[in-house]
């Protein structure tokens, strides 16, 4: 299948959201959530994610950035919440939120954000085809832009592509 013959999907489509609680046996000296836990927490929506958007076998390619911004600590309700920013040819940016739940007064406070890139796969492990993404939100339609210079970034750092080739990159320096 080509991408063209792929019907376009929404972002929220791929909505996923992981709830869980932080168990003591999870937690560092200081008693918060160990960094690995958490984003092993982050690859699972991400994958689930990337599935629902792919309909297909995904496997994680890159953690592209997380920011540890607050420490979560041992007895909080975290929410994960993934969802594709952008689908390329095989690969798709998943962009994921973590939420920390204040139960007493229902408000969230974010802990932790990532960006990950998955790659769909047939069953032998070959790169198939994803759907493109429609994005409909204002934060959907942001991330959807910025997503195509994060990749070109990659791209150039790794040199697989040259720097004069990154167009959406120099719009931002031009």
Known sequence: MTMNTLQPKTAKESLAILS???LPGETNPLHSLF???LLARMDRACSISARRHAR???VTASVNHVAFMKSIPVGSVISVEAKVSRAFKTSMEIFVDVWI???KTENKSLAS???????AVDENGKPVSVPP???E???EKERYDAALRRKQLSLVLSKRMQPHEATELKKLFI
């Open 113 to 119: 954000q990532g960006i990950y890139t998955f790659v």
């Open 133 to 135: 993404i429609i994005p």
């Open 137 to 139: 939100t204002d934060v």
């Open 20 to 22: 869980d609680i932080v």
């Open 35 to 37: 960094g690995g836990e």
């Open 56 to 58: 297909n076998i995904v």
């Open 101 to 103: 739940e204040e139960l």
